[in-house]
């Protein structure tokens, strides 16, 4: 029986490495995706482990009603002033600050006082984009946090590696999902948690009146996730069925909802010969591949369009800023696109990978080879295939690995 504390190091690692660095602390990340966890019990445990006295921990959950009058500002300002009970340092844990009139006014006020140091969890990225940084001018420090991977999904399962694997290719890796224990359990939460709570409020936030657009949008991602899209072509698909009573910039305006909520990401395609971004169209990938499931009610899993973006996924989490490449070539006389699945790039780090259900077969393997031996340039380039295979190199020193040695060895992209 696997415990059921679900250790997530990485992110604690960066909580402890920017303790009172002066700045406020923003967690961020889709809802539901173990933030308000992060924060309590993982570093509040942390603190109290480290000497910290409970009195010193001022924790404040804004998505609990019994919290609801501070909601308001100076209310909430106030109450922490309150807390300080002598001249040591306190550390304020607040969930879904974003809720709060004015926060980001309140946030500067807590960094005036010398003996805060202060975390907060948000739930929309527009907050984050907008107001904190035009606000905070530097004083805001961000800590992404994403659903489980699929290593910390299996540090928490109780099974073989092959079911976890079939569950989390299936279900995701939202924390919660570990505690249903069948799959018309976990279907269900899925389902409820994007209607209930993702849909619910995004069209809340927004003031939304076109659900009906929001939905068939909604599915119209989760049915293409990695092929290239743009507004501009979603808006054709809707006037070629007969929808004409929505404008571009409506579907302009959702896409970014859901990107603000942390339900999508958007890859631009990076031409890699001309090293210039392309821009128009896009790939869009979900924030946790069952939730995309469950939005098609676990019909159309094709594993390859699956492993894709769990693997974008991955990268992300390893900290990676992710492109779809473009690798343009001459072919007779005339010239032509190939595509790299993902350009990673990490300071002065670049890796090239595709993502491949195999390359068995001759054709199969020119088609994922044939873009990576035209960089020309000598980064490392990765092949990600589903079979659990012993990893190897091909004639020009391309690796080829399986997507769980990948996801499970977080030194994989330099093996």
Known sequence: MKSDLIERNDYLSKLILKRENGLIKIITGIRRCGKSYLLDPIF??????????????????????????????????????????????HYVLIDEIQKVQNFEAVLNGFLHIRNLDVYVTGSNSRFLSSDIITDFRGRGDEIRVFPLSFFEF????????????????TYGGMPLILKQKKDEQKSKYLTNLFELTYKKDIIERNHITRGDVLDSLINMFASSVGSLTNPQKIYNTYVSNGIKDISKGTIMSYIDYLLDSFILEKAERYDVKGKRYISTPQKYYFADIGLRNARLNFRQQEENHLMENIIYNELLMRGYNVDVGVVEIRDGDSKKQLEVDFVCNLGNKRYYIQSALNIDEPEKALQEIRPLNNIGDSFKKIIVVRDNIKLWRND????????QEFLLNKNSLDL
């Open 44 to 89: 509040k445990n942390y603190l109290l482990n480290d000497g910290v006295d409970e009195k010193h921990i001022i924790k404040l959950d804004l998505d609990n009603i019994k919290n609801e009058k501070y909601l308001n500002p100076h209310e909430l300002y106030d109450y922490v002033e309150s807390k300080i009970v002598d001249g040591k340092m």
């Open 154 to 169: 299996l540090s928490a399962y109780d099974g073989t590696q092959e079911q976890a694997w079939n569950d989390y290719i």
């Open 396 to 403: 020009s020193g391309i690796l080829i690995i399986g997507i």
